[in-house]
């Protein structure tokens, strides 16, 4: 197997406390969340593999269906230690960069992805990501240095610190957060799908108002 240097990881769940099963949701013709995620991401060429990360397959066992279709790995770990699944994935895959996404968010923009990729290659920085007040609330990823992560994993020790990858990481040298370019800014609106409003919304912008990205919405929805 070649060198990876940046892997992209979707991470999502099927047991969703607030929306259930809306990781199967259809917000566009025959596309969940996911299916629009991967169809974007795929087109950034300095990727070199995408997969979907999940918790154990017990409480997830329909999983499979999506990276069946979509033809990705998928990598079943911890429940709820989000931050020990993501140093498994390390461990296995041995990339350079990890490029973390939620499932939840459709609208995660590659621009930003862009962006950020080359932020993190500033040898100074280790985990990178865009100021949530400078972009729309779910559009954003976040970039970390492999060796950077696993170094410090033993550093988490509270369960919410497990569960959320950056909380403990924003804590340490390295951690930068940068505003979002002018060229690039959008008001803050939310594009993330996290309750049955959100898919409403979601469905709207989609069908109705036919845009495929966070700058689309801004002209045609909010008139920005």
């Avoid at 809306?22 to 995408?50: A, E, R």
């Avoid at 800014?185 to 966070?214: A, G, M, Q």
Wanted: a positive charge; proline letters at 3%.
């Amino acid at each position: 197997m070649s060198k990876i240097r940046f892997l992209a990881v979707i991470q999502l769940r099927e047991n969703s406390e607030r929306f259930k099963k809306k990781i199967f949701k259809k917000l566009k013709k025959n596309l969940t969340s996911k299916k629009i995620i991967f169809k974007n991401i795929k087109k950034l060429k300095f990727i070199d593999k995408i997969i979907l990360a999940t918790g154990t397959k017990f409480k997830n066992p329909n999983v499979n269906r999506i990276s069946n279709k979509l033809n990705v790995d998928i990598f079943y770990g911890s429940e709820n230690n989000v931050s020990y699944r993501y140093y498994n994935i390390i461990k296995k895959y041995n990339p350079e960069f990890v490029i973390r996404i939620t499932a939840d968010n459709p609208f995660t923009e590659v621009e930003y992805i862009k962006f950020l990729s080359k932020k993190i290659l500033n040898k100074k920085n280790n985990f990178v990501k865009l100021d949530n007040t400078s972009i729309p609330y779910g559009s954003g990823v976040e970039i970390f240095r492999s060796d950077f992560f696993v170094k410090n994993l033993k550093k988490i020790k509270t369960n919410y610190e497990k569960e959320h990858v950056y909380e403990h990481l924003k804590k340490l040298k390295g951690f930068k957060v940068y505003e979002s370019p002018k060229n690039l800014s959008v008001f803050p609106f939310r594009v993330t799908f996290d309750t049955n409003e959100d898919f409403i919304f979601l469905r709207y912008v989609y069908n109705i108002k036919k845009v495929n990205n966070i700058f689309q919405i801004g002209r045609k929805v909010f008139n920005l």
